[in-house]
Each structure stands twice: as C-alpha cells, then as structure tokens.
C-alpha cells in the first residue's frame, strides 16, 4: 500500500544544524506533493515558528495540514481551520508552575499569541525559544494567567540543571501529563492526550488514510509517538539510539539531506 502522508519534524530533521532547507529537500517535498503525497510539518514549535518554512515549502495551501504544540494543535495550513485543539486549565498551569518554583527550573507558558513566564530574571531559553519561533515574551505574573489558553508549557534550564531537577518530579505529574525532554534544555509539558502521534491518527482518520499508507520522519525524544503509530517510522542518522531502534528505516542526517533521501527511497519509488 503506497505512502500518502508524511509527517516531518523541523528541528534536527528537516532543516540543517544552521536551520536551512536544502534545495534536495525541497525538489523532494515538491515530488512527493506532485505525487499527491500528503506532506504535514509536525512540530513542537507554535504555529508562528512554522509559517515561514510553510510558505518556503509550498505547503500552506490546497488541503495541507500542520501540526504544532507537538499535537496539541492541528490546523488547515491555507485557512487556519483547527483540526484539532487542545488547551490546558487554569488549574494545569498553577500546578506546573508551582513545581517549577520547587524544584528550582525556569519556566514558561506558551499560547497561540505569545510566550508567558512568571520569572522576573527571564531565562536565557526563554529568549531562545522566542528567537527560534518568532514569538514575543510577555511578563505576567500566576494570577493573571487565568484566561489564557495554554496548548504547553515548558521547564527550561541549563542541561546539569535541568537533568538534576527532573529526578524531583513527583510521578502523579507523569500520570496527568504527557512529559517529553525535546532538546538537553528543554522539558514539556501537554495534556495526556496531546502527542504528534495523535495528531497524526486524527488527520489519517480525517483523510481516509490507514496507517499502513502514514510515514513520520524525526529525530528526538518528542518524536517518539509518532514514530510508534505510523506504518514507516523514518529515524535520522543524527536521531537518538533508542529512538532507532523501533524505526523500519534509517535515513541520512539532516545535514545530509535525510529528509530527502527518505521520500525518494521509501515513498516515491
């Protein structure tokens, strides 16, 4: 049964260590869409750090799909129709930022319009993450948080720290949250029922697609549900161990153009 969706991450998949496509991958996306390949950009970044490498990609417009917020929100890439959208409670953000406070971590709050921290001293990843995805920092403290629609938050800190404080997160958070590690200094924090490997059962579902015809293509701990729900797993040669050894193939890294070498081998051909 042929390939017909093709979910991709951005960050050490898609994109080069300098955070450029290269032009093998971009004539690959183009021939797999002339192939009417579905090709679906999955992310942990906000729509907003997306935009730029949609419109690069020719993917935001006749039916194309994005997913961000590693699964909390799917959305028509051309009209911005959500798929799907999930929110945490007031009540999720009081308990993660209090836990962050405890355990000594950096943290902030993301929504569709801005990140939002309660740290005065604004972390150093904080003004990375805002740099990376092309969205503003806003100051606020817990009590003004309460209105806002929250799709993840994120405990960021040096690597040593972040590790050290990881071990003092109590397992009742585990059981209510889907906890991913996306980078060594970044920790995050979605709904139980939020993973790009939902997302992508949702958007099968919605295309009338079995997952036999689903390939996911990563590299990082974050990418894991996907990979465990698709019909081809696609691992990059840069990806973690682990993370290969439930992958049905071994792409070339993304400073070599693996996202590329991927749909040539194993969707087009």
Sequence with gaps: MSIKLVAVDIDGTLITDDRKVTSQVFEAVQEAKANDVQVVIATGRPIAGVT?????????????????????????????????????????????????????????????????????????????????????????????MASKEIVKMMMIDEPDVLDAAIKKI????????????????????????????????????????????????????????MLEVVGNPVVMENGSPELKNIAKYITKSNNESGVAYAIREWVLH
């Excluded at 958070?173 to 949702?202: Q, R």
């Design 52 to 144: 730029g490498l949609l419109e690069e990609l020719n993917l935001n417009h006749n039916g194309s799909y994005v997913i961000t917020f590693n699964g909390g929100l799917v959305q028509d890439a051309e009209t911005g129709e959500e798929i799907v959208k999930e929110t945490m409670s007031y009540e999720d953000y009081l308990d993660i930022e209090f836990l962050s406070r405890k355990i000594g971590l950096h943290m902030h709050a993301i929504t569709k319009e801005g990140i939002y921290t309660a740290n005065r001293n604004i972390g150093k990843y904080t003004v990375h993450e805002s740099t990376l995805v092309n969205m503003p920092i806003f100051y606020r403290t817990p009590e003004e």
């Design 170 to 225: 109590p397992q009742e958070f585990y059981d209510k949250y889907n906890i991913v590690k996306s980078t060594p200094f970044y920790l995050e924090f979605m709904l139980k029922s939020v993973s790009k490997g939902n997302a992508i059962i949702h958007l099968a579902e919605k295309l009338g697609l079995d997952m036999d015809q689903t390939m996911a293509i990563g590299d990082a701990e974050n990418d894991r549900a």
